[in-house]
């Protein structure tokens, strides 16, 4: 199942990469604990040693 947070146009409308993830962070807190949850998933998934680092394991 696809779960789609953040629209591209969204990504697209900032500029530098710290921008970005800003952007990133903060809409995916305002969608709620649900967003939240599904993003962190998706970190650990994608990248288990920086996801650890970041204490989300």
């Known amino acids: 199942m696809k779960h789609i947070i953040l629209s591209l146009r969204d990504m697209e409308a900032e500029r530098t990469r710290g921008d970005k993830a800003?952007?990133?962070?903060?809409?995916?807190r305002r969608k709620g604990d649900?967003?939240?949850?599904?993003?962190?998933?998706?970190?650990?998934?994608?990248?288990?040693?920086?996801?650890?680092?970041?204490?989300?394991?």
């Open 22 to 28: 800003r952007v990133l962070i903060d809409t995916v």
């Open 34 to 57: 649900d967003a939240s949850s599904k993003m962190i998933c998706f970190l650990c998934d994608l990248d288990r040693r920086f996801s650890e680092s970041l204490g989300l394991m």
